[in-house]
T-cell receptor, first 112, second 114 residues
Framework: GQQVMQIPQYQHVQEGEDFTTYCNSSTTLSNIQWYKQRPGGHPVFLIQLVKSGEVKKQKRLTFQFGEAKKNSSLHITATQTTDVGTYFCAAPYGGATNKLIFGTGTLLAVQP | GAGVSQSPSNKVTEKGKDVELRCDPISGHTALYWYRQSLGQGLEFLIYFQGNSAPDKSGLPSDRFSAERTGGSVSTLTIQRTQQEDSAVYLC????????????FGPGTRLTVT
């Protein structure tokens, strides 16, 4: 069945270092979304990518959708302690545009 | 406007009891989802409602789990004869049907079965 894997599962960085999480799908995706979940909080939508090779930026965050639309990445430049949390990618499941399958998530820890 | 709300925020119940968890989606959102998240784990899809269509129940782990959505708005997730493995955070989310499909999550209900 359709799977969405994320690597790494966990990343510990010093404040100011960069961070990247990767999301890989076994099937071609129509779009991909990214969510952030702070410790003790609920997932919050960050962005949606739709086009092949698309790159979007939000301040220090850069999101990329692969040319084959099977993978995506989230890169954070110069991490801050406020970046701490788990980052999930999510993609439509089985052709249903509203039903999402969430990736396994990457937990980011930032040491001040 | 108001976001997705869930109640209760915490629920402690004894094994074997039934529980009801409530979700109030964002007004106008026709899609509503329930997820389960165990400690330190990802999001496990449970059930999905879309407008007046039959719900997608493919993620419900057993027949002890059921959900309904009345009037296309408020939803209730019911767990019968709770087991300790049901302990988790239950998250509800809603989304619009047309245009962007991002999901807006509620704060969740932390269920502890003793």
């Amino acid at each position: 069945g359709q799977q969405v894997m994320q690597i790494p599962q966990y990343q510990h960085v010093q404040e100011g270092e960069d961070f990247t999480t990767y999301c890989n799908s076994s099937t071609t995706l129509s779009n991909i979304q990214w969510y952030k979940q702070r410790p003790g909080g609920h997932p919050v939508f960050l962005i949606q990518l739709v086009k092949s090779g698309e790159v979007k930026k939000q301040k220090r965050l850069t999101f990329q959708f692969g040319e084959a639309k099977k993978n995506s990445s989230l890169h954070i430049t110069a991490t801050q302690t406020t970046d701490v949390g788990t980052y999930f990618c999510a993609a439509p499941y089985g052709g249903a545009t509203n039903k999402l399958i969430f990736g396994t998530g990457t937990l980011l820890a930032v040491q001040p | 406007g108001a976001g997705v709300s869930q109640s209760p925020s915490n629920k402690v119940t004894e094994k074997g009891k039934d529980v009801e968890l409530r979700c109030d989606p964002i007004s106008g959102h026709t899609a509503l989802y329930w997820y389960r998240q165990s400690l330190g784990q990802g999001l496990e899809f449970l059930i999905y409602f879309q407008g007046n269509s039959a719900p997608d129940k493919s993620g419900l782990p057993s027949d002890r789990f059921s959900a309904e959505r009345t009037g296309g708005s408020v939803s209730t997730l019911t767990i019968q004869r709770t087991q300790q493995e049901d302990s988790a955070v239950y998250l509800c989310a809603s989304s619009r049907t047309t245009g962007a499909y991002e999901q807006y999550f509620g704060p969740g209900t932390r269920l502890t079965v003793t």
